[in-house]
Every structure is written in structure tokens, then in C-alpha cells.
């Protein structure tokens, strides 16, 4: 049963050849068996999912199922859940119950997906390898010594595994794509604005999108579709009706114009990686797809203007996190100060509190135009790039990440060569634009993604690209070893 698809389950569940019951408890079998080893959950919630299971099969015996209706899924600790613990995978959150749900919480719930529990994260989501969670680093199941990435690594590590069939994520700078590539699975991170932010844990404001995992496209447009729309509770999400993301699936791709970006293909590609991208391109030659060489001249300008707005935006973001009036406390503080300073201290993980002190920094009276309002205007010229380049060819396609997995505490101690890591991914949310990453072959013996990267709201176009790509390749049906 787990090496099913999500759209196979719903059919199965549709046709009564199995219950969600039944499915939900196969799940937490497999996470009681296995996660043990990978880490990929900070909580399960096994009397609450059989719950909700048992009222998807009620659903589905009274004929009002959608297609999640009763599909066991994952949440990332980042999206707030009524009841439960949500603790975006930080000692400050360890003791905090969310009072009430996310936007995306509610809308999965109401389309009767089943949630089974939160997955481990990087602290506030900021990392590319699941090191910086206070529950301690999440292995990738295709090789224990390796990252599954992040920040997002745990809902990619537990879909891998074959622990669920989708789970949802948030990329804020690559933290869905990074880690599906690596994982050997499917991401997707719509268009700014697409997903509500509502009870979506903030790091980053203005580059943080939710999204979703699962193993092929066809099972991501189902699960976009029911987290995407309009929220009025987020006011930088977007009043547009929703594209139904399964209809074109199959839409052929004859004369589709895919851009090339040179600086995606240059220094600092792993020629395994790059042979397997290659292939890759070739199979969409195949297809019927133009190949189109593109350039991206301020590309080598987005880790360094990521890495101004990123941290400026968490600084103040974080700065709510101050011991009064919610998660961690220092005990008996002297005073105010004293209740401040050591509940940030003791709260927060080193990755975090260096990105609240380059932030701040940056921010700070003098500097603010050098730097904030500098990377700003980077951000603009970046944009424009793209713009650019659609208006050239319908998807841009290169490597999602330059390499694949990394050895765990590879590049705890560097920083910059983490930062690195979603070098081809970062862009792509400074311009606020959808992208995915679809397994794409193996280089030695580990998972390779493809980043496709769409115009503003083409999720329906990025999917059909994905999925027939599916159809005529195996690279998603493999999985690993001993799961
Ligand atoms: N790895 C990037 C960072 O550490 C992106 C994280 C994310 O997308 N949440 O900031």
C-alpha cells in the first residue's frame, strides 16, 4: 500500500478497496517502525488521525469525498494546528499549542486529508540540511549518512520513506525544492501570495511561501489544489481563482520553449549532477520541447541579497519571541532585561541568533540603505531577469541543488558553503515566482532533482511539465532502500 501514489489511494478509497482507517493506521505503523531512525517527526498524533480517518470513511460512504478525503498526510511544524503542539522544530516553540489553525491546516482538513503529524524542520525553517532543529538532525532515507536537506527536510525525508504519501513544506529561499531534490521526490512552491501565510510560522515575510511534497506531479496538483486561494486573513495573498491544477496534466508539451540559463550550468555543478540535468533535458527534447539557452545576468548576485532580506525580515519577525507572551521562559529572570535576554539566549539555536544579528544589523540606523534598501534594489534587477526571460520561453529549467545530499555535519561549521546550497533555488523567491523540483535520476547512487521554474501563477503549467515527464520516466517510482 505505501508504494502507492496519493491519486491511487483516493482511488482505492473511492472504490472501497480500502479504508482511510485502514491507510492511517499503515501509516503509523511504518512511522512507529521506521522513524525511530530517520527523525522525520516531532510529534504523531495517532488517536487524533484515526479520528479524522474514521470521519473521511463516513465521508466517503456518504458520497461528499473530495480527492484528499481521507489521504494521511504530514504537516511541517511550521503550520500552526489547533491542539497541537507546533514548534517549528525550535527549543523556544517546544511548549507552545497552537490556539488555532493555519489557513492551510483548515483548508487540508476541511478537503478531509488526515493528518498524522508534524514533521521536523530547521529551526524557523532557516538552514538547507535539517541540522539546526532543536529535535536534532533528520537522516535522508537514501543513505543515513547524508542530509535530506532543508528546511524542510523532514516532510521530504518522511514522503521518501514511503511514511506518507504528501506532506506540506515551506520555501522560503529553496526549503521545498532543496530537499525534494535530494530526497528523490516531488516539491512544489507556488507563487507568492498563492498559499495563505496565515498561521504559517513567519521567517521571512516577503520570500515565504507553503507548498507541498508527494511523489509525482499528478499527486502535488491535488494537494496545491486544496491549500491554494485567497485568504483575507493574509494580506499579501492573492484574489484569484484558483487554476484546477489536474485538468492539463496531460497536456502535450510539442513546441514548449524551456530556458537555459548559462549561469545555472557553470562553476560549482557537480558533473554528476550535470549529466544527469542533461539527460533530463534531452527526455523533454524528446518530448517536444525547444531547448532555448537564456541568461540570468544577476544571478550571482541572489545568495547575497538573500542573505541581507532574509535576516532583516527574521530579525524582526522573531523579535515577538521574548519569553512574555508565548513559548520559552528562562527561569527566575532578575528582571525584564534579565527575562529577555536569557529567554532569546537559551531559546534560540546559534543558526538563528546569527541571523538576528546580521539582520539587525543591517537594519540598523546608517546602515539600513547600504544594505536592506541595496539588496532591495538587487532583488528588482533580479526580477527583471526573469521577466525577462518569459518573455523568451514558458519554464526555466536547471539542477535544483549543485550536488546531491551531503554527509551530515558536512557544512554545520561553514555556513557560507551551506548558504550555498540553494544557490539555483534562492532567485526564484526573491522574484516571488512558482517552481518545482522532480526527481531526475541518480548520481552516485543518490537522488538528483530538476528545478523547473514557471511565470507568475503557472502552477498548472509547472505540473503538466512534471507530470508528463513522469509518464515517460521511472526516476519518481524509485525508492529507497530498506523503507
Ligand atoms: N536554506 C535557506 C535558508 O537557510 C532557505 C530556507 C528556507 O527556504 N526556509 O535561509
Known amino acids: 500500500m505505501h508504494q502507492k501514489t496519493l491519486v491511487e489511494l483516493s482511488a482505492d478509497l473511492q472504490k472501497g478497496s480500502c479504508s482511510s482507517e485502514e491507510l492511517t493506521r499503515a501509516c503509523?505503523?511504518?512511522?512507529?517502525k521506521y522513524d525511530g531512525e530517520l527523525n522525520s517527526f516531532v510529534t504523531v498524533v495517532e488517536q487524533q488521525a484515526l479520528a479524522a480517518a474514521q470521519a473521511a470513511d463516513a465521508r466517503i460512504k456518504a458520497g461528499t469525498a473530495g480527492p484528499l478525503t481521507g489521504i494521511p498526510f504530514a504537516h511541517k511544524d511550521i503550520f500552526c494546528t489547533l491542539g497541537v503542539k507546533t514548534s517549528c522544530g525550535s527549543k523556544m516553540l517546544d511548549n507552545f499549542i497552537a490556539p488555532y489553525d493555519?489557513?492551510?491546516?483548515?483548508?487540508?482538513?476541511?478537503?478531509?486529508?488526515?493528518?498524522?503529524?508534524?514533521?521536523?524542520?530547521?529551526?524557523?525553517?532557516?538552514?538547507?540540511?535539517?541540522?539546526?532543529?532543536?529535535?536534532?538532525?533528520?537522516?535522508?532515507?537514501?543513505?543515513?549518512?547524508?542530509?535530506?536537506?532543508?528546511?524542510?527536510?523532514?516532510?521530504?525525508?518522511?514522503?521518501?520513506?514511503?511514511?506518507?504519501?504528501?506532506?506540506?513544506?515551506?520555501?522560503?529561499?529553496?526549503?521545498?525544492?532543496?530537499?525534494?531534490?535530494?530526497?528523490?521526490?516531488?516539491?512544489?512552491?507556488?507563487t507568492y501570495g498563492r498559499v495563505s501565510r496565515y498561521g504559517m510560522i513567519a521567517f521571512a515575510s516577503s520570500l515565504d511561501q507553503g507548498g507541498a511534497f508527494t511523489r509525482t506531479?499528478?499527486?502535488?496538483?491535488?494537494?496545491?489544489?486544496?491549500?491554494?486561494?485567497?485568504?483575507?486573513?493574509?494580506?499579501?495573498?492573492?484574489?484569484?481563482?484558483?487554476?484546477?491544477?489536474?485538468?492539463?496534466?496531460?497536456?502535450?508539451?510539442?513546441?514548449?520553449?524551456?530556458?537555459?540559463?548559462?549561469?545555472?550550468?557553470?562553476?560549482?555543478?557537480?558533473?554528476?549532477?550535470?549529466?544527469?540535468?542533461?539527460?533530463?533535458?534531452?527526455?523533454?527534447?524528446?518530448?517536444?520541447?525547444?531547448?532555448?539557452?537564456?541568461?540570468?545576468?544577476?544571478?550571482?548576485?541572489s545568495v547575497p541579497a538573500y542573505y541581507v532580506v532574509a535576516p532583516a525580515e527574521c530579525s524582526s519577525n522573531l523579535s515577538r519571541f521574548d519569553g512574555v507572551r508565548f513559548g520559552y521562559r528562562a527561569s527566575e529572570p532578575k528582571d525584564l532585561e534579565d527575562l529577555y535576554t536569557r529567554s532569546r539566549g537559551e531559546g534560540f539555536g546559534d543558526e538563528v541568533k546569527r541571523r538576528i544579528l546580521v539582520g539587525t544589523y543591517a537594519l540598523s540606523a546608517g546602515y539600513y540603505d547600504a544594505y536592506y534598501l541595496q539588496a532591495q534594489k538587487v532583488r528588482r534587477l533580479i526580477r527583471d531577469d526573469f521577466l525577462r526571460a518569459f518573455g523568451q520561453v514558458?519554464?526555466?529549467?536547471?539542477?535544483?541543488?549543485?550536488?546531491?545530499?551531503?554527509?551530515?555535519?558536512?557544512?554545520?561549521?561553514?555556513?557560507?558553503?551551506?548558504?550555498?546550497?540553494?544557490?539555483?533555488?534562492?532567485?526564484?523567491?526573491?522574484?516571488?515566482?512558482?517552481?518545482?523540483?522532480?526527481?531526475?535520476?541518480?548520481?552516485?547512487?543518490?537522488?538528483?532533482?530538476?528545478?523547473?521554474?514557471?511565470?507568475?501563477?503557472?502552477?498548472?503549467?509547472?505540473l503538466n511539465v512534471g507530470h508528463r515527464f513522469q509518464q515517460a520516466t521511472d526516476w519518481h517510482t524509485h525508492s529507497p532502500q530498506g523503507f
Not at 28 to 32: C, E, G, P
Not at 271 to 283: F, K, N, P, R, Y
Not at 414 to 435: K, R
Open 217 to 301: 506531479a499528478e499527486d502535488a496538483a491535488v494537494m496545491l489544489g486544496a491549500m491554494a486561494g485567497f485568504d483575507p486573513n493574509d494580506s499579501t495573498s492573492v484574489d484569484r481563482p484558483v487554476d484546477d491544477y489536474s485538468s492539463g496534466l496531460n497536456a502535450p508539451l510539442q513546441g514548449l520553449k524551456i530556458g537555459l540559463p548559462k549561469e545555472y550550468f557553470g562553476e560549482g555543478l557537480d558533473a554528476g549532477v550535470a549529466a544527469a540535468i542533461e539527460a533530463s533535458l534531452d527526455e523533454y527534447r524528446k518530448l517536444g520541447a525547444t531547448l532555448v539557452d537564456i541568461s540570468l545576468p544577476n544571478t550571482h548576485l
Open 394 to 462: 514558458d519554464v526555466i529549467m536547471g539542477p535544483t541543488a549543485p550536488s546531491v545530499a551531503f554527509r551530515l555535519g558536512e557544512k554545520a561549521d561553514d555556513p557560507v558553503s551551506m548558504y550555498l546550497s540553494d544557490i539555483y533555488t534562492i532567485a526564484v523567491n526573491l522574484a516571488g515566482l512558482p517552481a518545482m523540483s522532480i526527481p531526475a535520476g541518480f548520481s552516485d547512487g543518490l537522488p538528483v532533482g530538476l528545478h523547473v521554474v514557471g511565470n507568475y501563477f503557472e502552477e498548472a503549467r509547472l
Open 102 to 190: 493555519a489557513t492551510v491546516t483548515r483548508k487540508l482538513l476541511e478537503a478531509g486529508a488526515v493528518m498524522v503529524g508534524k514533521t521536523n524542520m530547521d529551526e524557523f525553517a532557516m538552514g538547507s540540511s535539517n541540522e539546526t532543529s532543536f529535535y536534532g538532525a533528520v537522516k535522508n532515507p537514501w543513505d543515513a549518512a547524508t542530509v535530506p536537506g532543508g528546511s524542510s527536510g523532514g516532510s521530504a525525508a518522511a514522503v521518501a520513506a514511503r511514511l506518507v504519501p504528501a506532506s506540506t513544506g515551506t520555501d522560503t529561499g529553496g526549503s521545498i525544492r532543496q530537499p525534494a531534490a535530494l530526497c528523490g521526490i516531488t516539491g512544489i512552491k507556488p
Open 28 to 32: 503509523l505503523d511504518r512511522i512507529s
